[in-house]
C-alpha cells in the first residue's frame, strides 16, 4: 500500500485578484494591470504523526501536553499488517506480554507497561472495556496509550497509565475500501470499510471483518472470527451531532497453551533437548469462543463560543467460553538402572511424558456507561482557559460460573512426540457455582489548560471516584458468600509548560492514582494480609515526569524525552521477624523515555521509541514460619530494563518501502534473591519486520509483509512458574490486495 505523503495544490485567490482589477485608479482606465498569481499551500499530510489527542478532557495539542503520549494511527497499523491490538502496541516501548500462571494459559489481551499490569485498563472512545477478548484493530482509528499514573484521567487503576482505543466514525463524503490477505499458516482474512454521504448533515459507516487463520510454528492453534463495526451520525457541520455506532466481535479459536521448556537456559530438571516448537499439547476440540458486543449513542451540541456539551451512553457485554489443554510437569521414565538422578538424561527419552490438565472459563462481563461532559474556552485571572469536566455513572459486573472437575482422565502426553488425538476429560454444564462481583461508580473530574502567557501555562486535573464493590460467590452446593467494599477516591494531576520556542516546550508534572482491594477481578477476601481484603488501604501510585516536545522539519515531525519516576505504595509484605503482615511493600520504576514520529522527507515516514527503566520492589521480605528462611524479593517480574521499537517506510514513485525493528532486554522471571527453578528469565531478543508495497492502479495496491525478516528464535512469554513458555512466530509473510471503490 502506498500513501501520497504531501499534498501541495496551486489555487488562485480569485476573490483577492478580483478586488485588486476591479479597484479604478484616477487616470489609469486605460492601463491594464496584471497581477500576480497568489498561491495558498496546505499544511503537508503526515500519515504517522497526530497533532492531538481524541480525548477531550486533554484539551492542548500533544506538545504542550505534559505528560507522555504516544498515538499510533491506522497508516502506521495497515503498512504494518497489525490485526491485533498486541500487534497495534509493538510500536511503543515499555509493553510486554503475559502468559499466565503455572499450567493455566492467560485468555485474551494481557499485557503489562512500566512493571504493571493494564488488564483492567484498556478503553474504548474514552469507557472502560472489560473482558477476556483478543482485541482487533479492523475498527480502530488510532491507538492512545497515556504513560504514567492516570487516576486522574479513568479513575481506578492506571498505575501506568492506559490504552484509549479510537473507533472508526462515520463522515462526509463518499469512501469505500476492501482488503483481502492470505499468507502463511493457511492465514487468510478480508476487510471491508464503506463509508457513505446520505445527505447533506449525516452518513452512514460500515466496517467489517472475517478470518480463518493458522499460527505459523505451531500445530492444530486457529485464529478465527468475524468482526462489525456500524456508525450513523446525523448532524455533522450543524451546532448538534448525534452519534450512533456499534461493534460486534465473534471468534472461534483454537487456543495455545504453549511447548514445555525443557531444552532451554536454566530448565534442569530433567535435562534433555527442546521439543518441536510446533507441537501442540491439546486438543483440537479445544476451543474458545467470545462474543463481544458493544452499543453506542453520543450526542453533542455546540453552544458558542467555544463551549461544546455531550452525554454519551453505552451497553457493553463480553462473554468467552474457553475450553483449554493445559501442561505442567515432566516425567522422565528413567530405564537405566543407573540413572538415579532426575537430572541425568534418561536412557530413552522417546519414553518422557508430561502431565496434561483440562481448563475451563466461562466468563461474562457487563458494562453500562454513562457520561456527560462541557468543552469551553473562557478567560479569567488574566489566563486563557481550556477547560474540561464531567460527570460519569459507570455500572461494572463480571460472573465467572463454574462447570466442576472435568469428567474422566486426560493421559499425559508424550513429550517429544504428542498424540492430540487422545481421548480427554471433558467438563458438564453449569453447576450453578458462581463467581460474582459489581462495582458501581459515580464521578466527576475537571481539567484546565490556563495559558497564563505565550510562554507559560498550567495544567491541572482533578477526579472524584465514589464507589461500591460488592463480591456475591456461590457455590454449586449453594453456599453464598457476600462481602461488600465502599470507599472514595481522590486523584489529581498538575503540570507546568513552558514554551521557550513555538514549536517547543519543555514541562515537569505530578499525577496520582489509587488501585482498591478487589478492583482488578471485582473479588474481595476475607483472608488476613490479602491484596483483596476490604480493611487495607488502596495501592496508591505517584509519578513525577519531566520532559520536552518538539515539532521540527516545518511540524512535519514529533520529537519527545521525558525522564520519570514512578512509586506504587500500599503492598502487602510479611515481617520477617513476627510473621505479621502489613501494608508497606512498594514497587519503584524509573527510567527514560524518548520517541520521534513523523516526516524526515515528504516520501519517508517514521515512528520510534525508547524506554530505558529500572524496576526495583522495595521493602517485600517474608519469612517461613517452619523453616525462619527469609526471602528478599528485590525485582518486579516482566520488567526488562531496555525496549525499543522503530518502523519505517520510504515511498518511491508508486513503490514503498518498509522496515521496522523491535528491541527487548533481558525480563526476568525470578526476582526473588536466591530463587531457582526452571527457566529463570526470558533472555533479550531482537526481531525485524519488512514490507513492500505497490501502487498497481489508482485504486488498486499489493503489499507484501515478512515478519521475523532473519527468522530468529525468540522466547515472546514465559509462564509464572517457568516450565512452560511461547515462542515468538518465526519467519512468515502476507500478501494483502487493497482496492479503493
Request: hydrophobic share 35%.
Amino acid at each position: 500500500m502506498a500513501h501520497i505523503r504531501s499534498r501541495k495544490h496551486s489555487k488562485p485567490v480569485h476573490l483577492l485578484a478580483l478586488l485588486a482589477a476591479s479597484v479604478p485608479a484616477a487616470g489609469m482606465a486605460q492601463q491594464t494591470t496584471t497581477l500576480p498569481t497568489v498561491t495558498v499551500k496546505e499544511a503537508p499530510e503526515v500519515p504517522y504523526k497526530a497533532d492531538k489527542s481524541a480525548n477531550e478532557k486533554m484539551t492542548a495539542p500533544l506538545v504542550d501536553t505534559p505528560k507522555t503520549i504516544q498515538i499510533i494511527k491506522k497508516e502506521v497499523l495497515e503498512e504494518q499488517g497489525a490485526v491485533t491490538l498486541m500487534e497495534a502496541l509493538r510500536n511503543t516501548p515499555g509493553i510486554t506480554l503475559q502468559m499466565g500462571e503455572n499450567g493455566n494459559t492467560s485468555a485474551g489481551d494481557t499485557f503489562q507497561l512500566r512493571g504493571f499490569s493494564l488488564q483492567q485498563n484498556t478503553f474504548v472512545d474514552g469507557i472502560r472495556d472489560l473482558g477476556a477478548v483478543t482485541r482487533d484493530t479492523f475498527n480502530l482509528e488510532q491507538v492512545e496509550i497515556v504513560k504514567g499514573a492516570a487516576g486522574a484521567e479513568t479513575g481506578r487503576g492506571a498505575a501506568s497509565g492506559f490504552i484509549n482505543l479510537i473507533s472508526k466514525q462515520a463522515h462526509l463524503g463518499d469512501e469505500s475500501s476492501a482488503s483481502g490477505t492470505v499468507g502463511t499458516a493457511s492465514r487468510k482474512r478480508a476487510t471491508v470499510d464503506l463509508n457513505k454521504q446520505l445527505s447533506e448533515t449525516s452518513a452512514f459507516r460500515l466496517n467489517a471483518m472475517v478470518q480463518d487463520s493458522g499460527v505459523d510454528g505451531r500445530d492444530y492453534v486457529e485464529n478465527k472470527g468475524y468482526g462489525v463495526g456500524l456508525s450513523y451520525v446525523t448532524g455533522l457541520g450543524t451546532p448538534t451531532r448525534l452519534h450512533l455506532f456499534s461493534q460486534h466481535l465473534r471468534q472461534k479459536n483454537v487456543p495455545d497453551g504453549g511447548i514445555p521448556a525443557i531444552g532451554y537456559e536454566g530448565f534442569t530438571s530433567p535435562l534433555g533437548a527442546k521439543v518441536r516448537r510446533e507441537n501442540f499439547y491439546g486438543s483440537p476440540n479445544d476451543q474458545e469462543k467470545v462474543d463481544a458486543d458493544m452499543i453506542t449513542a453520543k450526542i453533542e451540541h455546540d453552544l458558542g463560543q467555544g463551549t461544546t456539551i455531550r452525554n454519551i451512553t453505552r451497553f457493553g457485554k463480553t462473554h468467552m467460553d474457553r475450553t483449554l489443554t493445559g501442561i505442567i510437569g515432566i516425567t522422565a521414565t528413567n530405564t537405566a538402572a543407573t540413572a538415579v538422578n532426575p537430572a541425568v538424561v534418561a536412557a530413552n527419552p522417546a519414553t518422557w511424558l508430561v502431565a496434561r490438565s483440562r481448563q475451563r472459563v466461562d466468563q461474562e462481563n457487563t458494562i453500562l456507561a454513562n457520561q456527560t461532559s462541557v468543552n469551553t474556552e473562557f478567560k479569567a485571572g488574566g489566563m486563557e482557559h481550556s477547560l474540561a469536566a464531567g460527570v460519569e455513572l459507570l455500572y461494572e459486573k463480571q460472573n465467572s460460573f463454574d462447570h466442576g472437575t472435568a469428567v474422566g482422565t486426560t493421559p499425559s502426553a508424550n513429550l517429544y512426540n504428542p498424540n492430540p488425538f487422545q481421548t480427554m476429560a471433558n467438563f458438564g454444564g453449569r453447576t450453578g457455582g458462581e463467581t460474582g462481583g459489581t462495582t458501581n461508580t459515580i464521578s466527576a473530574y475537571a481539567f484546565d489548560n490556563a495559558k497564563l502567557n505565550e510562554r507559560w501555562s498550567i495544567n491541572g486535573g482533578l477526579r472524584v471516584d465514589v464507589y461500591k464493590l460488592s463480591t456475591d460467590n456461590v457455590t454449586s452446593g449453594g453456599v453464598r458468600t457476600l462481602l461488600d467494599d465502599s470507599r472514595s477516591l481522590v486523584s489529581w494531576s498538575v503540570g507546568s509548560v513552558y514554551k521557550p520556542a513555538e514549536n517547543g516546550s519543555v514541562y515537569a508534572s505530578y499525577a496520582t492514582s489509587a488501585t482498591p482491594p478487589g478492583t482488578s477481578n471485582f473479588q474481595l477476601s476475607n483472608a488476613a494480609g490479602n491484596q483483596a481484603n476490604s480493611t487495607l488501604d488502596p495501592q496508591k501510585t505517584d509519578t513525577i515526569e519531566l520532559g520536552t516536545k518538539w515539532e521540527l522539519l516545518n511540524k512535519r515531525m514529533n520529537v519527545a524525552a521525558a525522564v520519570f519516576r514512578t512509586e506504587n505504595d500500599g503492598q502487602t509484605s510479611q515481617d520477617p521477624i513476627t510473621g505479621q503482615v502489613f501494608q508497606y511493600g512498594k514497587t519503584r520504576v524509573q527510567g527514560l523515555e524518548l520517541s520521534a514520529v513523523g516526516q524526515i522527507t515528504n516520501f519517508w515516514q517514521i515512528t520510534a521509541g525508547l524506554a530505558k527503566t529500572s524496576t526495583k520492589a522495595l521493602s517485600q521480605r517474608s519469612r517461613n514460619a517452619t523453616t525462619g528462611v527469609v526471602t528478599v524479593t528485590d525485582g518486579v517480574r516482566w520488567s526488562p530494563d531496555l525496549t525499543a521499537t522503530v518502523w519505517s517506510s520510504y515511498q518511491l514513485d508508486k513503490l514503498t518501502l518498509g522496515l521496522g525493528a523491535r528491541y527487548t532486554s533481558e525480563q526476568k522471571r525470578v526476582v526473588t534473591v536466591g530463587g531457582t527453578g526452571n527457566v529463570p528469565n526470558i533472555p533479550s531478543s531482537w526481531v525485524a519486520d519488512a514490507m513492500v508495497a505497490y501502487q498497481l492502479t489508482d485504486k488498486v495496491s499489493l503489499r507484501l509483509n515478512v515478519y521475523n525478516l532473519f527468522d530468529k528464535e525468540y522466547l515472546m512469554a514465559l509462564n509464572n512458574g517457568g516450565g512452560r513458555l511461547a515462542l515468538g512466530l518465526p519467519r512468515s509473510a502476507a500478501l494483502t490486495a487493497n482496492v479503493k471503490f
